[in-house]
């Protein structure tokens, strides 16, 4: 089995995207761990994310077909402990909106069961429709 | 003192008991919240892109109407409400450019210039009314009762709009202590509880909220008090049914009991008080007393 791994961020669309709608530089991360050391959801993740970070650097395909940035809730724990000041809750979020705008919405209010609807609290509905649809 | 509110959805839905008890705390301290006219959801979640400016509209339209009304700062109940407009409101002093763009496209009916402040009911009851004038307000104190207060993120993170340590917060503790309960910590007590994750990967919010109250538990509380209508619900409903979860109370009913305020005044069943040992058999007491 072969893989391209391209180093020329030029080449590197989905990386550039990202650093643009996110505002973070992901060259400055320095692969440390903390991030995933710290995240709650990490286990449900198919990929932590700092590896996440390493795979969007490298141009390795596949990225955004992983589960982790929807794991993420933007919970700043990570943030707020990355020792190169790397907000990764934006990170996620701009994949999940590459995502969105490629396939479409992730969650379809006319889907969940009544019941559901009818006991969340506002606030879990409309957070989960912002991070999720477009 | 009076102070102007914003309520936000959820407080007016599933948490009715939260504002309740808070309204009921606060009467008893003198301090008055009057509700905003005109206000609307804040869109619960800070938008973490440059390209979603529109989402930012919701809750710059509530600092506008808020300034619009002649107020310079507003207290909310609502930790995810808290996070929304306090981030919203840094955005708008650090990068006024993008508040300008929002602006026009409303035909600049919405003008805001980051120049109110988003206070958490938690700020007023530490920084105005101060913890030692609450513990000169308790009639009840909650002797032997054992609780786990737990923060969750919006209240902490970003440290930025962050009401307390990031990593070592104290305020509950301190609350709690004033009140004359006994508190129980542990490394939990900040962690996620999963949120919004309750929609539609509820398994992700079970698995938190299991460790937190087992965590809980394992120091010997007999009840989480939390602050954020969302951690409520996620402790409320998705704890394990195979054991006794532990009941889940609102920092302001919790200040209620100590006051002497009847359960009813704060949004609490019989069976609420029923679930907490202490004050049960303290009830029971008065009452054989009352009756001899």
Not at chain 1, 5 to 34: F, P
Not at chain 2, 105 to 123: F, I, K, M, N, P
Not at chain 2, 216 to 228: D, K, P, Q, T, Y
Request: proline share 6%.
């Amino acid at each position: 089995m072969s893989m391209t791994i391209r180093a020329d961020s030029q080449a590197n669309e989905l990386l550039q995207t990202v650093e643009a709608l996110s505002g973070q530089r992901l060259a400055a991360c320095y692969q440390c761990g903390t991030c995933a050391a710290t995240c709650p959801f990490v286990a449900a993740m198919d990929l932590p994310p700092d590896r996440l970070i390493q795979q969007l650097r490298f141009g390795l395909p596949g990225v955004l077909e992983r589960r982790a940035f929807w794991v993420c809730v933007g919970c700043d724990s990570c943030a707020e402990r990355c020792p190169r000041a790397i907000a990764v809750p934006r990170v996620m979020e701009a994949l999940r909106l590459i995502a969105i705008r490629e396939r479409g919405d992730r969650l379809a209010v006319a889907q969940l069961p009544a019941a559901t609807l009818r006991d969340l609290p506002p606030i879990a509905l409309v957070a989960s429709l912002r991070r999720n649809t477009g | 003192m009076q102070l102007a509110y914003y309520p936000g959805c959820t407080i007016k839905a599933s948490a009715r008991q939260h504002e309740q008890a808070a309204l009921a705390i606060l009467r008893a301290l003198g301090v008055e919240l009057r509700e905003m006219a005109e206000w609307n959801c804040c869109g619960v979640v800070h938008t973490l892109t440059s390209a979603n400016l529109i989402r930012h509209m919701a809750p710059v339209r509530v600092l506008a109407r808020l300034r619009q009304q002649g107020a310079h700062e507003v207290v909310t109940l609502c930790d995810m409400c808290f996070n929304t407009l306090a981030r919203a409101n840094l955005l708008a002093r650090q990068q006024p450019e993008q508040f300008a763009a929002i602006s026009a496209s409303t035909d600049s009916e919405l003008r805001y210039d980051g120049d109110a402040s988003v206070l958490h009911l938690l700020q007023v009851l530490r920084d105005r009314v101060g913890l030692a004038a609450l513990r000169a307000r308790v009639r009840r104190p909650l002797r032997e009762l054992r609780v786990y207060p737990y923060y969750g993120c919006k209240l902490l993170r970003p440290s930025t709009v962050g009401i307390d340590d990031p990593e070592i917060p104290t305020l509950l503790r301190d609350l709690l202590e004033a009140l004359g309960a006994t508190v129980i910590e542990g490394h939990l007590q900040t962690r996620c509880c999963g949120a919004y994750q309750a929609v539609d990967q509820p398994e992700l919010v079970a698995e938190r909220v299991t460790a937190t109250a087992a965590q809980a538990r394992a120091g010997g509380a007999e009840a989480i008090v939390l602050s954020c209508p969302l951690c409520h619900f996620n402790f409320d409903t998705l704890q394990p049914r195979n054991g006794a979860p532990l009941p889940v109370f609102y920092y302001t009913q919790v200040i209620g009991l100590a006051f002497g305020l009847e359960p009813e005044e704060l949004g609490l069943e019989t069976r609420q008080i029923d679930q907490l040992p202490p004050l049960r058999q303290r009830d029971r007491a008065q009452a054989k007393g009352g009756a001899a």
